[in-house]
């Protein structure tokens, strides 16, 4: 079994910065692929980014490649998620994600365990 917690959302300005983390409880944590999703009002969760399992390979949707980084702490059993240059339309419930393989990283299905979810608003 393994609790996820996140935590870091906030309202943030349009250009601003937030930094998600994700505190796992989980025995061998690097055995775990990590994904980051997330669901705005009246739309389905969508993939935002993957890490696998020691944070050597790194995946990203399209519209924030160059905006999020993902990245993870195989010491602390964390994996965050910088958020820069935001704008409104990546307002949404952020909600981290465990998986036991890298296989079909952006897909919720391949994710066994999730998080409570933070919610991230950005104001224009």
């Known amino acids: 079994q393994v609790q996820l917690v996140e935590s870091g959302g906030g309202l943030v300005q349009a250009g601003g910065s937030l930094r998600l983390s994700c505190a796992a409880s989980a025995r061998a944590f690097s055995s775990y692929a990590m994904g980051w999703f997330r669901q705005a009002p009246g739309k389905e969760r969508e993939f935002a980014a993957a890490?696998?399992?020691?944070?050597?390979?790194?995946a990203y949707k399209d519209s924030v490649k160059g905006r999020f980084t993902i990245s993870r702490d195989n010491v602390k059993n964390t994996v965050y998620l910088q958020l820069n240059s935001l704008n409104p339309e990546d307002t949404a419930v952020y909600y981290c994600a465990a998986a036991q393989t890298w296989y079909r990283y952006s897909e919720p299905t391949s994710y066994r365990y999730w998080g409570q979810g933070t919610q991230v608003t950005v104001s224009s």
């Open positions: 890490i696998d399992y020691n944070g050597g390979v790194t």
